[in-house]
C-alpha cells in the first residue's frame, strides 16, 4: 500500500488593485469551508478593481485567473 502525503494550505494572499497590470496591494487571507475569505477596507467607490488569489503552501505554485468587481457608489 502507497501512502501519499497531501500539503493543504490554509492561507493564501489576495493581489488586487485598479488594473490588470497594477495588482501590487498584497492581502493575507484564510482558507475554510473550501473557499478563501479576505477583508478589504478602505476601498474608493464606484472602483474597478482587479485581483488574483495566490496559493501560499509550501511546494505548490498556483493562483487564479485575473478576476474583477466594481464597488457600489460612496
Do not use: C, W
Amino acid at each position: 500500500v502507497s501512502q501519499s502525503r497531501y500539503y493543504f494550505d490554509k492561507t493564501g494572499k489576495l493581489y488586487i488593485g485598479t488594473s490588470k497590470t497594477n495588482m501590487i496591494k498584497e492581502v493575507s487571507g484564510t482558507h475554510g469551508s473550501g473557499k478563501y475569505s479576505f477583508s478589504l477596507t478602505a476601498l474608493t467607490g464606484s472602483t474597478t478593481y482587479y485581483f488574483y488569489i495566490e496559493n501560499t503552501a509550501s511546494g505548490e505554485a498556483a493562483r487564479t485567473g485575473i478576476y474583477q468587481f466594481t464597488t457600489a457608489a460612496s
